[in-house]
């Protein structure tokens, strides 16, 4: 019944984010031409963070655009407290944030790339964790197919950035660093430091249609 009212919550939360995120329609091409503060740690392979702890920049090219509008958000509201993010995001307009988003989603896209429906087998420790997460309800059988847009694509993305962003969940909110999720609070905190190890591992592992997609800053 819990399992059930959660992703019911989810749902009813992420529609209508979504509904609001449709209000903008964002454009491509704009969208390219103010990249500018982005491409200095997306557009690097292997890009390196450094707070709250060392960790690669995530991957942004293939992501859903009504994520991305979303993440956005939370670091202009504080929501997510990271300090670069943060002051980035509260120089975008809504309109700025739907074009990037635009931009992001169709970036280093492949045609023809297949991704399969269901992510790899899992050994047993992982799987049961994987269960325990309901990873799946939200993010798809193969981790590359949100129920709703507005949650993430998350197979193929760093390792350490997946136990970073999973860590941020169980970060207390008066901390400089973390992110206020009631839902995704609540599973994080559900394991311990290496369990979200293990499920990291796991996410970086599956086939998905993230990409990091090296740009320079001179054109």
Not at 10 to 15: C, E, G, I, N, Y
Not at 55 to 66: D, E, F, H, L, N
Not at 77 to 100: F, Y
Request: charged fraction near 15%.
């Amino acid at each position: 019944m819990i399992k059930f009212f959660t992703i019911f919550l989810l749902s009813a939360l992420s529609l209508q984010q979504l509904a609001y995120s449709e209000e903008l329609k964002g454009d491509v091409q704009a969208g390219e031409k103010k990249i500018a503060m982005c491409i200095g740690c997306h557009g690097i392979h292997g890009y390196q963070a450094s707070f709250p702890v060392v960790y690669k920049v995530p991957k942004i090219s293939g992501q859903t655009a009504s994520y991305i509008v979303s993440a956005l958000n939370a670091y202009k509201k504080g929501e997510r407290r990271h300090p670069s993010m943060r002051a980035v995001a509260t120089t975008l307009t809504d309109q700025d944030m739907a074009d990037l988003a635009a931009y992001y989603q169709q970036h280093g896209h492949k045609d023809n790339v297949t991704v399969p429906a269901q992510a790899t087998q899992a050994p047993d420790q992982v799987a049961a964790l994987v269960q325990k997460g309901a990873c799946t309800s939200c993010h798809g059988p193969n981790l590359n197919s949100p129920i709703v847009a507005t949650y993430p694509k998350i197979a193929g993305q760093h390792q350490d950035y997946v136990l970073v962003a999973l860590r941020s969940y169980q970060a207390d909110a008066r901390n400089v660093w973390g992110r206020n999720n009631a839902i995704m609070a609540g599973v994080a905190k559900q394991f311990t430091t290496d369990e979200l190890k293990l499920l990291s591992k796991y996410v970086s592992e599956q086939q998905g249609e993230l990409l990091t997609v090296p740009q320079s800053k001179f054109r």
